[in-house]
């Protein structure tokens, strides 16, 4: 089963605006990371943040994550044509040695 | 190009028959995981091997599928009298041994039975 729960499951915003996306999950972890995927091919690695940090940030990505509601959140500033894909959360989740998924949000940026 | 190489991309084969998959991980890293991903869905935890010891498999890896990494190396993926419920997205990932290590995903194999 997924622990994660993306929301919103589709968003679809204007070039140059920001997109935010919350992932939701379940049980203690060790760290939460976000990856995107373009339709059909494999998932990158965009950031990970540690149990212990609350918010972190790369380029025009912002993460935040709040282990008290069990909840993170990843802000796209300066949305671009090139962002469209589907974002997912994955926990590490504490004593599993595996990564847990949740649903993904699909963005798309209109030009 | 030193990231995960998955092989083959693409795989169409008839229900019944089986197949193979296989795996390159990054070098240096002795985690390995397989995963499955069907459309509009997360990827979903298959297997996971550390060094060539498989330590983890979900419930959802039946009878039919089989996973090694022999050497701690490559890895492969078999699945044996494959059914139409098998098709999907094959992703392998590898990271290193540690508490908060990335994950790094090879570009998948799509399965499709016929």
């Known amino acids: 089963s997924q622990q994660g729960e993306e929301d919103p499951q589709a968003l679809s915003i204007q070039e140059g605006e920001n997109a935010t996306m919350n992932c939701s999950y379940k049980t203690s972890i060790n760290n939460l990371q976000w990856y995107r995927q373009n339709s059909g091919r494999g998932l990158v690695h965009l950031i990970l943040?540690?149990?212990?940090?609350r918010e972190k940030h790369s380029g025009r990505l912002r993460v935040t994550l709040d282990t008290s509601k069990k909840s993170s959140s990843l802000l796209i500033t300066a949305s671009r044509a090139a962002d469209t894909a589907s974002y997912f959360c994955?926990?590490?989740?504490?004593?599993?040695?595996?990564?847990?998924f949740g649903q993904g949000t699909r963005l798309t940026i209109n030009p | 190009d030193t990231g995960v190489s998955q092989n083959p991309r693409h795989k169409i084969t008839k229900r019944g028959q089986n197949v193979t998959f296989r795996c390159d991980p990054i070098?240096?890293?002795?985690?390995l995981y397989w995963y499955r991903q069907t459309l509009g869905q997360g990827p979903e935890f298959l297997t996971y091997f550390q060094n060539e010891a498989q330590l983890e498999k979900s419930r959802l890896l039946s009878d039919r599928f089989s996973a090694e990494r022999p050497k701690g190396s490559f890895s492969t993926l078999e699945i044996q009298r494959t059914e139409q419920g098998d098709s999907a997205m094959y992703l392998c990932?590898?990271?290193?041994?540690?508490?908060?290590?990335?994950?790094?995903f090879g570009q998948g194999t799509r399965l499709t039975v016929v």
């Open positions: 994955a926990t590490d989740v504490m004593g599993a040695q595996k990564l847990v």
């Open positions: 990932a590898s990271s290193r041994q540690g508490q908060s290590t990335e994950a790094f």
């Open positions: 943040i540690r149990s212990n940090e």
């Open positions: 070098s240096e890293h002795n985690r």
